[in-house]
């Protein structure tokens, strides 16, 4: 007698009730239960609606606040906020509420890019290290623990030195190529569990290829692990650009992050030009920590051991 493996699949899969009563298939039901979830956090809104904020300050309000940053004027050097300059202006004439608006998005760019360079490479180095086993994985691994080991800021100061990387796109190359390797450690733990699940073992079983089973099975089914990563990856960038331009190692003029203007202004901090200090601090600080809050929660949403009740 044939045997009609769709059927079965079909039967076995798991549903839920519907809003009416009716019945969700189990994937539905668990995404909806997952936003549920996240939404319930109020951090996670919180953190949400402080990075849609600056995302729209930091890209739309330069249309309708138009302000000069290339040139510098001295004579507008150290004004005080006022209705002109609602945050003042810093020691080179620059609008600090506009100068803010740029920095905002080389900070965003860079991180955002820089995340998703790292998430890609950190995904497929640990999908094959946990798929394959053996000597690759062995090998991959011990070659992760050695560039560990590493420093990371000193090596992207002495990588973004020798090539002159401060652009926003070579920053974030720089940041990107040597911070895959925690996403590569997380995905290959996962990888390592759902291997040896029945799906793919069916699917070995079938004559899936190993490809196959990296592209359609593992990295899919592990995607909850990298999203979550990615939203502390952009946080971790977005704070080492800021270190990096504290350090004088930022973006060339007339390019600028937030960490460039913290080194500038941190010098006239005494002189009591405060307004070229705090509020450009206070940004960096609630952006980091909007992406922490995401990241908590996103890890409790994605963990079902996690999620609140």
Known sequence: MAVNIGEIAEELRPVTAGPEGGQVQGPRAGWRLAIS??????????????????????????????????????????VSPSGSYP?????????ELGRIMKGGQAA??????????????????????????????SALMRFVDILLSLPLLFVILIVGDRYNGATVLNLSLIIGAFSWLVSARLVRGEVLSLRVRDFVQASRTMGATRTHLIYKHLIPNALGVVIVNITFQV????????????LGFGLNYPSVS?????????????????WVVYPVGICLVAVVMAFNFIGDAMRDTVDVRLRRR
């Open 37 to 78: 979830s996240f939404v319930e956090n109020r951090l996670a809104v919180v953190g949400t609606a402080i990075i849609a904020f600056f995302v729209l300050f930091c890209f739309v309000g330069p249309v309708f606040y138009h302000t000069n940053q290339t040139s510098t004027n001295v004579i507008n050097a150290f």
């Open 87 to 95: 945050l003042g202006t810093d020691a080179n004439g620059f609008d």
């Open 108 to 137: 965003l760019e860079i991180g955002f890019f820089s995340s998703l360079i790292a998430t890609v490479i950190g995904t497929l180095v640990g999908a094959v290290a946990g798929l394959l086993g053996g000597i690759v994985d």
């Open 235 to 246: 946080a971790d960038a977005i704070n080492l650009l800021a270190i990096l331009g504290f």
């Open 258 to 274: 937030w960490g460039d203007m913290l080194s500038n202004a941190l010098n006239y901090l005494a002189d009591g030009y405060w």
